[in-house]
């Protein structure tokens, strides 16, 4: 999500809902409020409830158990601690409450209601088809940073997020972050807590609703807050404990946090799940469904009201203008030469940091074998090592995103696999992050399977809105690391350790959704469609072929997803057969993209799919490449084959 | 890897190199010799590190430092405290040794070397093409149970084979973990130190190697080894801190583990990266490649030795036995009822626990969702709750069926995603386990896009050698519960929240790799192929158009990978066009499966692809398949379109 890029208001609010109330009219309604502040705090603590429970009874599902238990948290925070602009949600002022237990959307809902930023009418059409008010919480809000709801990944990110207060806006503002106690299971929240306590993240805040109940039932700890406890504070973070209900207690706890400036905080509330409403206060099996008497629930709870809350508004910043960029001057590779494609990325997006401050690089201790390395030598100040915590590297690449920066976040191909439901996640939240997986494939050679990329392709394929690019030489993956950066979504970039042939020359294009043709001729009578290492495998099968008076079409198909459809259409038509060929699993990768785009059509060409199909063991890379069936040899062999088949009469049901 | 299954001497050794030295012959070299143990120790720990230079530096690549850090606490360990039959390796008494830093296998190898299980000559044969000593161990070697390399999985392994050893084998065999430091970094160890921890796993001792430098520099605590201490202490460990060179310490620490009745152990050794060499001991910059002087190196460390360990004998077990297992009596539904399949699983995978004693089931604090929970009520004591941590989870099953049960891990189908990484290891380890993914698609409503399978079927087919199954009915559901634990391998079954009519009788067989024709005519001009819920859209459509006159075949493609490709290319040569309909992204999923039928074969029908491709938000399923294109009305209008083009001229380029 660009900043700024948000209306003031929220997207696909149905017709006939209105916007809430204006500012204004909130603060003279808090004016005229005549209760104490603590009687004030714990009614707006029973509005939440009550209207967590209407929402989640009009909609028929959702989790009200589960909001009632943080309903005093959320309601002393909002009222005397977050500062946010519900106005302009791109203010770079504005706090960041990241609901990291999505699934009590029905409390953040109340909560805005209660801030004036959707009505009733709209809160009532909580999960409904068309209603921004989703199951669990997405930025089709434009209140709402990143989706949430995948538990464990609120934190994470919201580290992210505290970073770039930290160490690149240098704002004041804040991140709260409330999370579930079943939620702390997660090894990604034990990566956060590290990542955190030895930034000294003091900008953050976590705040843990301990409610004692899991989805089937009771949590690990209990109420053993101090279980607890003695975890964060040994990841060096400072802890509060409270009851989660006394809104005197938390607002002492939000109070300390803020004024602690060298550790994040937890705040550790002991809550109850349900509170306020006997029938489901702590008891298990009231988990994600709606209440079962909800009127009485409601009048149980002292009735429906309408407190709103006068949010702070931040005082400090603006809105936020995307920094602007100069032209970029990436590195060149002579024709003829040889250079790893992992290199010509780290020099690129050295390059780019040089032409666009609002590049940042994110490594998982591996740059110098991605060659990230390139960008700290420049930029040491935009450079964030994560250390072997790929789950935390994503997030964090999330939470920059977030605040407007644009990360570039580098590892070895297989080791995104660790990191893949932050994939999938930030296509939920609409992210706009740049992936690079080193690595590629059996071409790695002697360190084995474990290191090899295999699976990437089809795993980053099958993210929403995103893109797959696999150069074959130095300066297309200079170009395409720099033009990763134009496109909305999940970008990946799938480089390799060895070194290839320079093929392209520097002022070549290359687009996403682009290919070239590198071995072309009238009398083509079948294409090989290659990407990365294999590329250069069809070319010396081209050659050899040619050699016997045998035309063969070759293609890079550089961008894999979206994959140019109409130039290999167009070589379908001319050649009338395709022989595609790659460095990875059968199933997902370029193999399936090509003949994706032969489905939904009238004519297809006969195809040939070659792909790494064994386990591969250790071997140099022309070995592996040998015996996985992807080399020049193997690209001969099909060719031939696929030329051969006209001439025998067809199998009975082939 | 089923018990018994493994030879007793390592396999794809090349030709000409010898099996090592028979036990006798060990325990003979060792009563000559006359050394005191601690030097012989420390001797062994500088003929280990010779080796691992040696092997390195005749492979030209690998990890010779990161070998030399822990040399002697492996020589120390496999000296006086291992209990390891090398000549039985499926002995049901043997220790485990786990070696997560899976880099430093020229470690591993030297001291498999000295325990006389593989010669000189195999040795230097580390990382060449053919050999089973890969550059990071693999169970190509009977020994290794199961791959490392992707850093923080042994761990979690590791706990998940200590779990079988206290709670399930009950026999007194201990797991031992060799860990790195930079590893340490990884959520999944502190998901692995949060459950050994809890669940008292004494039998378990992680021997964290704090060598102080990682791949790219120093590590984020470097020396600091009560950083280390206070983290797993936190979480209900019990640790020692040790000189990782001084023998005695090393050797009192292990003792220490093994007196240890209540908590799993962390032996934390301050070693010295590269240890013994001068010019590359506690230098940056060394790591992960050969030694440039070896020679020189191999003198500084006193030559080359043929010291033997003579490793004791587990003191009890046998070779094991697979526990045999009576006929399963599966739940059965009739015809014309309805029910989701995701209870159709927990109700056979409750049944399978009956007939199988060797059945186990994981869950990750969903069981009420996925249904696992009628398991835990007929068998408690085969139920394992690892809470919200699915790393944790997939890496328990490993470690268990590393001791021959037969485990079924249950989440939703999204938050596999979470584990990806240790599905993908699970292949490279030929684990045998069973995955479960409920809550497929956006047939599951209101929740929302964060909690719907949407890219698991793109994801568990490019895993290698797993089985991808979609049952539509609750039957079928049921069959192939239990013919996914006669699967060697990765088996996924993916189940569906809401109910579906239950269309085949109790008696219907259903094959990994097969599909069943629902709708078929002599006059078929079109089929539907479809898995899951749409099959149940397909039957809609058909019958629709069948009122029409138009003819349309459908086949329940249950089984995705291996799909029936026999049955499609009948169908395809019938028919003429296929209709592919899905519940998932298009890419990777069905329709992929499908279309690559007709990859490499010489007719290829004209196809249509329906699957997800915006972005859901909260709906009903019903409306959910409306917006997604992939109800009847959409498949109804695709047989309409497909029949309708023919008649169409070709438009240019298509």
């Not at 997030?395 to 920059?400: C, Q, S, T, Y």
């Amino acid at each position: 999500m660009r900043p700024g890029s948000r209306p003031r208001r929220m997207r696909g609010t149905s017709a006939g809902s209105g916007p809430g109330l204006p500012f204004a009219a909130l603060c003279h309604m808090r004016r005229k409020n005549t209760m104490t502040d603590r009687q004030r705090l714990k009614e707006l603590g029973q509005q939440l409830r009550v209207d967590a429970v209407r929402a989640a009874d009009a909609a028929g599902s959702g989790h009200p158990t589960s909001s009632m238990s943080a309903a005093d948290l959320m309601a002393v925070l909002a009222s005397d601690h977050l500062r946010y602009d519900f106005d302009e949600p791109s203010h770079s002022g504005n706090d960041h409450l990241i609901l990291s237990k999505g699934h009590a959307s029905p409390l953040l809902y109340a909560l805005y209601k209660a801030c004036g930023a959707i009505s009733d009418e709209e809160l009532l059409r909580y999960r409904k088809l068309g209603s921004p008010l989703e199951g669990h919480p997405t930025p089709r809000l434009p209140w709402v940073d990143v989706a949430t709801g995948s538990l464990g990944q609120g934190l994470p990110i919201g580290a992210g997020v505290a970073l770039a207060g930290a160490s690149l806006d240098r704002l004041p503002y804040r991140v709260w972050v409330l999370c579930g106690d079943s939620e702390l299971a997660e090894g990604s929240v034990w990566e956060a807590m590290e990542y955190a306590g030895q930034a000294g993240l003091a900008n953050l805040t976590a705040v843990l609703d301990i409610n004692r109940l899991g989805q089937r039932g009771p949590t690990r700890h209990g109420w053993d807050l101090d279980a607890y406890r003695r975890r964060v504070e040994a990841f060096g973070w400072h802890t509060v404990e409270v009851d989660g209900h006394d809104v005197d207690e938390i607002d002492a706890a939000y109070r300390r946090a803020r004024e602690e400036a060298e550790r994040p905080t937890a705040i550790i509330a002991r809550t109850v799940k349900g509170a306020g409403v006997s029938a489901v206060a702590d008891q298990e099996g009231a988990h994600g469904k709606p209440l079962a008497d909800a009127e009485r629930a409601v009048s149980e709870l002292g009735g429906r009201r309408d407190l709103r809350i006068d949010v702070a508004l931040p005082d400090s910043g603006g809105v936020r203008q995307r920094p602007g960029g100069s032209r970029v001057d990436l590195p060149t590779y002579a024709v003829g030469g040889e250079e790893a494609t992992r290199d010509a990325f780290g020099r690129a997006v050295a390059a780019l940091g040089d032409a666009r401050p609002d590049t940042v690089v994110l490594d998982g201790e591996v740059a110098d074998s991605t060659r990230a390395k390139f960008f700290v030598d420049q930029h040491p100040d935009r450079f964030f090592e994560f250390y072997i915590a790929e789950q935390q590297m994503i997030a964090a690449a999330v939470g920059l995103q977030v605040r407007g920066w644009t990360p570039y976040a580098a590892t070895f191909a297989a080791f995104l696999a660790r990191a893949y439901d932050f994939v999938r996640m930030a296509a939920v939240s609409r992210a706009d992050i740049n992936l690079v997986g080193s690595h590629a494939g059996v071409s790695i050679g002697e360190d084995g399977p474990s290191q090899m990329g295999l699976e990437d392709i089809a795993a980053l394929r099958a993210v929403h809105n995103s893109v797959v690019l696999h150069p074959c030489d130095a300066n297309s993956a200079a170009r395409l690391t720099a033009g990763m950066a134009e496109h909305d979504g999940v970008s990946y970039l799938r480089t390799l350790r060895g070194k290839t042939p320079v093929v392209y020359g520097p002022d070549e294009g290359f687009e996403i959704g682009g290919s070239k043709v590198l071995r072309s001729s009238a009398s083509d009578r079948v294409t090989v469609v290659a990407a990365g290492a294999t590329v250069h495998e069809a070319l010396a099968a081209a050659d050899a072929l040619a050699g016997e008076g045998i035309g063969v079409r070759v293609i890079d198909a550089y961008s894999i997803k979206p994959v140019d459809a109409p130039r290999l259409r167009a070589a379908a038509e001319e050649t009338g057969r395709i022989v595609t060929v790659e460095d990875h699993w059968p199933e997902g990768g370029l193999g399936d993209a090509v003949l994706d785009v032969f489905a939904d059509t009238r004519s297809t060409p006969r195809t040939m799919k070659l792909a790494v199909t064994g386990m591969p063991g250790s071997a140099t890379p022309e070995e592996q490449r040998r015996e996985a069936g992807i080399d020049a040899g193997a690209v001969e062999a099909a060719v031939r084959g696929i030329l051969r088949q006209e001439h025998e009469p067809a199998a009975a049901g082939s």
